[in-house]
Each structure stands twice: as C-alpha cells, then as structure tokens.
C-alpha cells in the first residue's frame, strides 16, 4: 500500500505542472506510471529511514508519513526534468532530516506514531557507588 496518492499531490501541484513533469509521451496528460513510480521511490526512502524503529509498510498510515510521501514523491518528479525549485528542494531536505531524527528516535510520527512514543535512546545506564579512594581518605600515604 502506497503511503500517499496522486489525489493527494495534486493538492499541492498543479495538474499543468504534474503534466509538465510526467508527459514523457506528449499526449497532454500526466503519466499515471511516472506519478506511481515516483510515489514507491518516495516511501522506499521513507521505508530505510523508519524500519529501523517501526514494522515496515505501516499498515496504518499516520499523517505525518503521508506529508513526507507528498514531499519526497514531488521532489523525484521535478527530478526527472530540470531539477526542483527551491522551495521543494528545502520540503525534501526537512523531509530527509525529519526522517533521519526518527530513524535515531529523537522524532515521533506524530499522535498516530505506531509506537506510540520516540524508542528511548541507547545510551548507557550508569551506575556509580560512592568513591573508595578520595582525597581526604587517601590523606597520609
């Protein structure tokens, strides 16, 4: 199951630029295949960033997944032509940081976050008794 839709870029995008941007044959609509492909790379990207915390797919999409599939799967269509403008290029690199905090646990998903919480982070436990040998102790030797 994709993690966003055309319905849901075309919020976003206009119909003439999505056109522009998958009508590799000239028939004056948007490649259905091109959108399609572009999205599966889009939650791929997102799939090797989460699958380290979560259960990949998500069999229930949270809302913030969905956004960043938007982002991502925009910013590979402008790809397959000139490049992305500015704007999408900086939506696709707080995209790839936000994915990158979530991978290491210091981002949730949001209030639909699988998991329900960030995972808690490995650092180690540290547990020290009082000092055996102090200044005052060692005073004489």
Known sequence: MAYSAKVD???????DILIQLTDDANAGVADDDAVTRAIADADSEIDSYCGTR??????????????????ISIYNLYARRKGAPEDRKTRYDNAIRFLKDVAKGLATLGENDPDGSP????TPDIDQSDRIFTRDKMKGF
């Open 9 to 15: 870029i075309l919020e976003q995008l206009d119909e």
């Open 54 to 71: 979560y259960a990949i797919p998500f069999s229930t999409v949270p809302p913030r997944v969905r956004k960043l599939s938007v982002d």
């Open 119 to 122: 995972a808690e982070s490995n």
